[in-house]
C-alpha cells in the first residue's frame, strides 16, 4: 500500500465504494479528488459528508473534466461507472494507473480468495462460507458488495492475521480485472440479466463472468449447482477440482460414479468431498427451497477447504442469515422472529411468505405508491398468513384488498405493530416482518427500518 502514499488521487463515482476509497487514501495521505456525473444539487448528503473529510477532497461534479483524469496519478471507480467511460480510456492512454473498486483490492490482497460467482444467492454462500470459517477458529473478510466493499480488506487493521477472504464477484467486477486467482470459485447459477451499461450482449455478459474459471489450476476447487449447469461443457472440463451440488439425490439419479460433491438423500445432506460427511438439516434457522440450495454451494466450498463436519453442522443451526434478508433474530416464548426489511415490492414478498411452511403473522406496509397492484396479489401473498398487521402511508389501501382474506390488523406506528403481532401469537408461531413497500414513509432506508425491529424485537 505504501506505493499509493501521497499520490493524487481520482475517485470516480460516489456512493458507498466511494466513499470507502475516499477513507482507504485518506489514510495514505493521498492528494484526493471525487467526481461524479450527477450534478450537485442531487447530491447534497454526499457533498456534506464529503467536507467533514480532513483535509476534505476537491470536487468536480455534473461532468468528468478530461483534466480531472490526466492530473491524476492513480484513478479508482465504482462499479456502477462504466469501464471504458471516455476519460478512463484517454487516462490509461496517457500513462496514469486507473482501476476499479474491486481491481484495487484484489491488486492489495495476499489472501486465499472464495470467490461467490452466481447471478443469485451470492450474498447468502458468501456469508454461510464466511460463518463456517468463524466456526473452524478462522479469521475472514467477507465482501464484495456495495455494503462492504472489497477495499475495506485493506484497511482492516487485523489484516495480517486474516486466513481467507471471501468475496462476491458479479460479472461488473470481473471487467477490467487482472491476475485474478482464487482458490475456490462458486457458481450457484448465471441468469441471463445483466447491466446494458456495462455489456452489449448476454453472451458478452456469460463470457465475462465465465473468465474466472480460465484462471483455475489443479489445486484450485469450482463448486457448481448440478441442477442448472450440469449440463454446461465449460464447467466440465474446467483444469481443476471441480465438486457439483445438487438438492436432489446423485444415488437415485444414478450419477454417483460420474460427478462427486454434495446432495441431498433420504433426509440428510451428504456430502463426498475428500471424505464421506452426513449433516442433519431439521434444526436450520434459515428457511426457503433456496437457502437449502445455497446452503449446499456452502458447504460444498467447506469441504473442499477441510472444514471440520463439526464447524459445518454448527453452522447448519446457528447460522441467522443475511441482514434484513429473511433473517433469524430469536425465539422468545415459543415465537420466532424474522427480519425481511429488504423486500419492498410485492413479488419479493410472494417468494419470502412462500419460504415458510406455516401460516405466519406478517407485519407489512410502508410508502404509499398508487402504481402499486396490490389485488394482484392479495390472495396469493395471504393465503400463507394467519395474521396480517399493517402499518406505514399504505396501510389503508392494502387493507381494502389484503384484509378480507385473513385475521388484518391498522395500527398507527411501527412500535404498535410489534406490540399487536406479539400478543397475537402462539406458541410455534412466526412473526415475520417482510413490507413489501418501500420504507421512506419513516425511515431512511430498509436498513434503518431493519434495525429498529430488531431493537423492537429484543426489547420485547
Request: include cysteine; hydrophobic fraction near 40%; charged fraction near 25%.
Amino acid at each position: 500500500m505504501d506505493r499509493f502514499k501521497n499520490k493524487k488521487i481520482l475517485v470516480v463515482g460516489i456512493g458507498k465504494t466511494g466513499f470507502a476509497l475516499i477513507h482507504f487514501f485518506n489514510q495514505l495521505g493521498c492528494d484526493i479528488r471525487v467526481t461524479d456525473i450527477k450534478p450537485i444539487f442531487d447530491l447534497n448528503k454526499e457533498v456534506k459528508k464529503l467536507k467533514k473529510f480532513e483535509p476534505a477532497p476537491q470536487m468536480t461534479f455534473g461532468e468528468h473534466v478530461n483534466d480531472d483524469f490526466l492530473d491524476a496519478d492513480v484513478i479508482v471507480y465504482s462499479s456502477r461507472v462504466n469501464p471504458n467511460l471516455p476519460q478512463l480510456e484517454l487516462a490509461r492512454s496517457n500513462g496514469r494507473e486507473v482501476y476499479s473498486e474491486f481491481a484495487l483490492a484484489n491488486k492489495l490482497c495476499r489472501k486465499p480468495i472464495i470467490a461467490v460467482c452466481g447471478s443469485y444467492g451470492r450474498s447468502t454462500i458468501a456469508h454461510m462460507i464466511g460463518f463456517a470459517l468463524k466456526q473452524e477458529g478462522k479469521n475472514i473478510f467477507v465482501g464484495g458488495t456495495s455494503e462492504e466493499p472489497f477495499i475495506n480488506y485493506a484497511m482492516s487493521p487485523n489484516r495480517d492475521l486474516i486466513d481467507y477472504v471471501v468475496v462476491e464477484v458479479s460479472a461488473v467486477q470481473m471487467l477490467k480485472l487482472e491476475n485474478f486467482h482464487p482458490k475456490v470459485v462458486v457458481f450457484s447459477n448465471i441468469g441471463e440479466e445483466y447491466s446494458k451499461i456495462h455489456f452489449n450482449s448476454v453472451g458478452t455478459y456469460i463470457e465475462t463472468k465465465l473468465n474466472v474459471i480460465k484462471s483455475l489450476s489443479p489445486d484450485d476447487y469450482l463448486i457448481v449447482n448440478f441442477d442448472v449447469l450440469g449440463n454446461n461443457t465449460f464447467f466440465r472440463n474446467a483444469n481443476c477440482q471441480t465438486y457439483w451440488y445438487t438438492r436432489k439425490s446423485f444415488a437415485k439419479m444414478g450419477v454417483m460414479n460420474e460427478v462427486q460433491g454434495t446432495h441431498f438423500h433420504d433426509r440428510r445432506i451428504h456430502s463426498g468431498i475428500h471424505y464421506h460427511s452426513e449433516f442433519k438439516v431439521n434444526e436450520m434457522k434459515i428457511v426457503g427451497v433456496e437457502n437449502r440450495e445455497n446452503l449446499l454451494a456452502a458447504i460444498s466450498a467447506c469441504k473442499a477447504l477441510d472444514i471440520s463436519d463439526k464447524s459445518i453442522q454448527s453452522t447448519i443451526e446457528k447460522f441467522p442469515g443475511i441482514p434484513h434478508r429473511l433473517e433469524f433474530l430469536i425465539e422468545k416464548n415459543g415465537v420466532c422472529f424474522y427480519n425481511d426489511s429488504k423486500t419492498e415490492t410485492l413479488e419479493q414478498l410472494k417468494k419470502s411468505i412462500s419460504a415458510f411452511k406455516t401460516p405466519v403473522i406478517l407485519i407489512a406496509g410502508g410508502k404509499d405508491d398508487e402504481e402499486v397492484d396490490y389485488e394482484k396479489y392479495a390472495e396469493e401473498i395471504t393465503q400463507n398468513v394467519r395474521v396480517l398487521v399493517l402499518v406505514g402511508e399504505c396501510k389503508e389501501r392494502m387493507n381494502r384488498f389484503f384484509g378480507n382474506f385473513t385475521q388484518t390488523f391498522i395500527v398507527g406506528s411501527f412500535e404498535e405493530s410489534v406490540l399487536i403481532a406479539y400478543q397475537k401469537a402462539r406458541t410455534g408461531d412466526t412473526i415475520l416482518l417482510s413490507p413489501g413497500n418501500e420504507s421512506t414513509d419513516f425511515f431512511r432506508d430498509f436498513e434503518e427500518r431493519g434495525n429498529y425491529f430488531k431493537k423492537l424485537v429484543y426489547q420485547l
